[in-house]
């Protein structure tokens, strides 16, 4: 690439998003889409492993927007327990109305109770309120990503599960093996509502969908692993790193120039080349995202790795060192 090349292609908008998180830009792999139509015929959960940044949490978006399913997510945090994917009861707005109130003889508990996403899931209609107590409306809080997706039909990411205690992946074993659960304050049993078989979906195919992603922070419990279809993703080679940008870059300005794949494929080769560099010094190889950021940047700056501050792009985007220079 000249050093001119960077001057042909106009600056990125800000406007998009670095993180894509709708499922509309995501290249697929063989091994993934296998991994996806395992997990749909034997009904059990995709582990994702690999390194942050490598687009774990970006195909269970993808596949909801695909196939036209509803799609929820819950992230994990050190806070988060297994009960929080299926529902929550406010403990201390229950307390606070008896006080009002002068006792709890009168209050129903169905009124305290938020569903999770896996319930949401499993059956939205019980989830919004229908067949519970009368006058327990509740809305979906993915409306608006849900308002013309099948009901017959979701995804749901669990989002970092390393992040949490080994006793969140076992407390879900029970649901997520037998799609049902029961909300101990109410008593009410929630069960995946089959879905109404598509004309064009493989036989015994399943029509939901659990993806669980983990960045390797903590070792997860050998019981819970035995109950996933487990995959580990690759690092994306130089072709597939130049189809990924060209996807992000079409999906989000409707164009991807010349001067664009000869920047991804400059940039494509400096990652794998820096990738090493990085093991080799002890750090955390950079990610596709990290690509993306690099890629972004010297877009918007007119740089490229013949300019002087790309060493020092590098290092911001890609290389990151982790200790402060002397």
Avoid at 128 to 145: K, L, T
Avoid at 176 to 203: I, K
Avoid at 263 to 269: N, R, Y
Wanted: proline letters at 8%; glycine letters at 8%; one cysteine or more.
């Amino acid at each position: 690439m000249t050093d001119e090349d960077p001057t042909q292609a106009a600056p990125v908008p800000h406007g998009d998003a670095p993180d894509r998180r709708d499922g509309r830009a995501y290249v697929t792999h063989p091994r993934v889409e296998l991994a996806v139509e395992v997990a749909l015929a034997t009904g059990r959960p995709l582990l994702l492993r690999g390194e942050p940044g490598s687009g774990k949490s970006s195909l269970a978006a993808h596949i909801a927007l695909t196939e036209g399913w509803r799609y929820y997510e819950q992230v994990v945090t050190s806070r988060t327990q297994g009960k929080d994917l299926l529902w929550t009861y406010d403990h201390v707005r229950r307390l606070s109305d008896a006080q009002v109130r002068g006792g709890a003889a009168d209050l129903r508990d169905e009124l305290y109770v938020t569903p999770g996403p896996l319930w949401w899931a499993f059956d939205p209609d019980s989830a919004a309120g229908g067949g519970g107590a009368e006058g327990v409306v509740r809305g979906d809080p993915w409306s608006e990503v849900n308002e013309d997706r099948s009901p017959d039909g979701a995804v749901v990411l669990i989002d970092e599960i390393d992040k949490a205690d080994p006793d969140l992946p076992n407390s879900l074993l029970v649901p997520l093996g037998s799609n049902r659960f029961t909300v101990l304050e109410t008593g009410q049993e929630v069960t995946w509502r089959q879905p109404v078989p598509r004309p064009d979906a493989a036989a015994g195919r399943s029509g939901h969908l659990v993806i669980i992603t983990t960045n390797e922070e903590r070792e997860l419990p050998q019981a819970f692993l035995r109950r996933c279809v487990v995959l580990a993703l690759k690092e994306p080679d130089r072709p597939r790193l130049v189809r990924i940008a060209e996807e992000h870059f079409v999906t989000s300005f409707g164009a991807f120039a010349d001067a664009d794949r000869a920047l991804a494929t400059e940039l494509a080769d400096a990652l794998v080349e820096t990738r090493k560099q990085a093991r080799d010094q002890g750090l955390r190889p950079p990610s596709t995202a990290e690509f993306l950021d690099a890629l972004r940047a010297c877009r918007n700056l007119r740089i490229n790795t013949a300019d002087p501050r790309w060493g020092q792009l590098k290092e911001l985007t890609l290389l990151k060192p982790q200790q402060p220079e002397a």
